[in-house]
């Protein structure tokens, strides 16, 4: 009797991209943020995780990507432009900004804002958008 020698996956074909995601973890903003007097006039530490989708396509150089310190810069400058009243608000701006990339085809956007309630660790929101 003859052994025929197995493939471990006959049909497989070459490997293909499917998708490139870039992130930024825990990004630190001093930001003016709150609806509340005593968040008046202030500012509070924010953490953001921004995630984004780009298409399955390849990179070689970095123009082919986005800078993580660009998705940095969208969070300085939303913070410059002056108070804003809800996380909620400052989430969504960036992940707005976020999508003027036309490569960007899905952004995830999560702010903690850990000052802001007593016994827990991270109160916040998570914005989602895709085209």
Known sequence: MTVQPVAAFPDQAAPRREQLTVFVRGLRVEAGIGVYDH????????????TLDLG????????DTINYETIAEHCRAIVAEGHVGLVETFAERLALD???????RRVVVRIEKPGALDQADAPGCEVTYSR
């Open 98 to 104: 976020s999508l003027q990339d036309p490569r960007v």
């Open 39 to 50: 968040e008046q006039n202030r500012l509070q530490t924010l953490v953001i995780d921004v």
């Open 56 to 63: 399955p396509h390849p990179v070689e150089r970095l123009a």
